[in-house]
């Protein structure tokens, strides 16, 4: 496949997603997004892992609408970060990220002809309603439907989601496989450095790595 745009945090899975789009795609793009998060410090790891990574270009992209509002824990430092994935809706979703992160993507990819589009959405994200396939499959139709690089040439931009069906554990050890510096990325929604240990990203981070026998220093 010729090219693809990756959406960046900084994270676990959105690193194994750039190593593994290396491996995929000819030429790889990266954005990341400063939306007022309290984590703000992974972009910080985003910047890092694209230079490592090589990529032709690193967009980040802030998005200041989402300082009014705060219903999130992720936008409200007032809010508690403790609510498990296990509720219906996390504490920590933000309203329409994943479509909005989509949507800039795709206006990138569009005017670029750039025709896939990374996510890294995965089976432990299915609570958080613009993680589901069916989210990404009417996301992948909006796209095409409103591309003037789709409409132009009679190809299609998809939506590259791989780790669909795939536990933490299993993308890093996916990871582990193509050599992604996990000590390079940053998980922890307190976003303090280092990172608190206790929030559901550290402890999710940290049962995955050691399921893969991972030890960072």
Known sequence: MKNVIVLLSGGLDSAVLLWLCKQRFEEVFAISFDYGQRHLVELKYAKELSKIAGVCEHIVVKLP?????????????????????????????VPMRNLIFLAIASSFADEKG??????????????????????????????????????????????????LGMTKGEIVNLGKSLGVPFEKTYSCYAGTEPPCGKCLACTQRE???????????
């Not at 009014?68 to 430092?77: E, K, Q, T, W």
């Not at 970060?81 to 219906?88: D, P």
């Open 114 to 163: 750039i025709e896939n589009i990374a996510i890294g959405v995965h089976a432990l994200d299915s609570p958080y309603p613009d993680c589901r396939p069916e989210f990404i499959t009417s996301a992948e139709s909006a796209i095409n439907a409103g591309s003037s690089y789709v409409s132009k040439t009679k190809r299609r931009i998809s939506i590259f989601a791989p780790f």
């Open 207 to 217: 049962k995955a790595l050691f399921e893969a026998k991972i030890t960072l220093r």
């Open 65 to 93: 609408h989402y300082s009014l509002l705060n219903d999130s824990s992720l936008l409200n430092l007032e809010r508690d970060l403790s609510q498990s994935v296990e509720s219906s809706v996390p504490q920590t979703y």
